[in-house]
């Protein structure tokens, strides 16, 4: 059977390219979804409504076709369901097609006459987004949206106005292609109280936070009367655990949620849960994500261990305070990734011993400690004379089960 895997484009038949116009005259079997289908019901060729990739190649199994299409949204390569059913439709031994079609991103750029190759792409369409951490890092975003809640396009508009990031320009485009396609323009906040249909994308242009993780000065952070892991220290630590952007990370003692930041900024896919016991901090770190845009921060006030019970598996953990439970933490992090990477800061010699302890009883290789010294200089008249600040030792390791 030969299987031709058809971008729709936005919706509109007009917009099919040559190719999946003759691929679809071709075909004896089309499957897609109804909105897809809907323009050719009346042409004579079997029809079979089906989205989800198993569902498409049970049918396609089942029919005597020797050629069928698969119609589907927008392009082909742009959060498409081809991703799932090509590798599928591979294993079957069935013979392949992709046909690329018109992407929404594309579609709506042109209506606002825009260029895409500097927006930005996202979807909260089913999936976990963060459209403050997006719209701070990369300023002009792309959505693909979701039908309701937290996913809309209203949604989405909220949770920006709620972080600061109100005043950012903002398109809904509705059913586009269609005869009753519509766009409206506002602010994020304005649009934040619309109803939007289901079909919908959106477009949030902002000037980017240019804040790199590395170097943030420690007067930038909300401080109070929190301890804080100071700028240097902070660079160094977040080296150490070598986070990439989609990484679950903990932040256990979270401070002021100086290092949580810092995460957040580094892993802008990912989610970074802060721990605290401290109300005082804890309001503290939600302020200083705020203030850095890191939306994909989550506070979590509590004391560790049992605040880490529900908590998903983290790639990376940094320990910057444990109340005395220190190898009860790593043995909660180690239960829930037994390769999890983890880095601890002591400042006491208390606390260095026990964490090079609890590094020789749990199973963790490439155990490394490192001591920082840091000086800085302060002006004393016609001179500047360097003070040091207290020692802190890194201990680093990761899990080997």
């Known amino acids: 059977m030969k299987v031709a895997l058809v971008g729709m484009g936005p919706g509109n038949p007009a917009l099919l390219t040559g190719e999946a116009r003759e691929a679809i005259g071709k075909a004896e079997l089309l499957i897609g979804s109804k909105r897809l289908l809907e323009p050719f019901l009346d042409t004579g060729t079997l029809c079979r409504e089906a989205v989800a990739p198993a569902k498409i190649l049970g049918i396609l199994q089942e029919g005597p076709a020797e050629r069928a299409a698969v119609l589907l949204s927008g392009d082909t390569g742009f959060y498409s369901g081809t991703k799932g059913l090509l590798p599928l439709l591979r294993e079957a031994g069935m013979e392949t097609e992709i046909l690329c079609g018109i992407s929404s991103l594309q579609f709506f ?61 903002a398109w809904v485009g509705s059913r586009l292609s269609y005869p009753d396609e519509k766009i409206v323009s506002g602010t994020a906040g304005e649009l934040a109280d619309g109803v939007f249909p289901p079909l919908s994308v959106l477009l949030i242009q902002e000037s980017p936070v240019h804040h790199t993780p590395f170097g943030i000065p420690d007067g930038a952070f909300l401080r109070g009367e929190v301890p804080m892991t100071k700028e240097e220290v902070r660079s160094a630590v977040l080296g150490k655990l070598r986070p990439a952007p989609g990484d679950t990370l903990w932040d256990v003692g979270a401070g002021t949620g100086s290092v949580a930041v810092g995460m957040a900024l580094l892993s802008p896919e990912g989610r970074v849960y802060a721990v605290e016991r401290k109300e005082e901090a804890c309001d503290l770190i939600r302020q200083n994500a705020r203030r850095f845009g890191a939306g994909n ?105």
Do not use: M
């Open 109 to 169: 750029c042109a209506r606002l006459g825009l260029p895409w190759e500097e927006v930005h792409s996202a979807s909260a369409h089913g999936r976990d987004c963060d459209p403050v951490g997006l719209v701070s890092r990369f300023g002009t975003v792309f959505f693909l949206t979701g039908p309701q809640g937290e996913q809309s396009p209203q949604g989405i508009c909220a949770a920006l106005a709620e972080a600061g990031r109100g005043e950012a320009r």
């Open 297 to 401: 921060l989550t506070v979590i006030q509590g004391t560790a261990p049992a605040a880490l019970a529900d908590l998903p598996a983290p790639q990376a953990v940094f320990v910057g305070g444990s109340g005395g439970n220190l190898e009860a933490i790593l043995e909660a992090a180690l239960a829930k990734n037994p390769k999890v990477r983890v880095v601890i800061a002591a400042v006491t010699l208390e606390t260095l011993t026990q964490a090079a302890a609890a590094f020789s009883r749990l199973p963790f290789g490439e155990v490394e400690t490192v001591q920082l010294t840091v000086a800085r200089a302060q002006k004393a008249g016609r001179y500047h004379l360097l003070a040091g600040q207290n020692p802190v030792f890194l201990l680093s390791g990761e899990g080997s089960p």
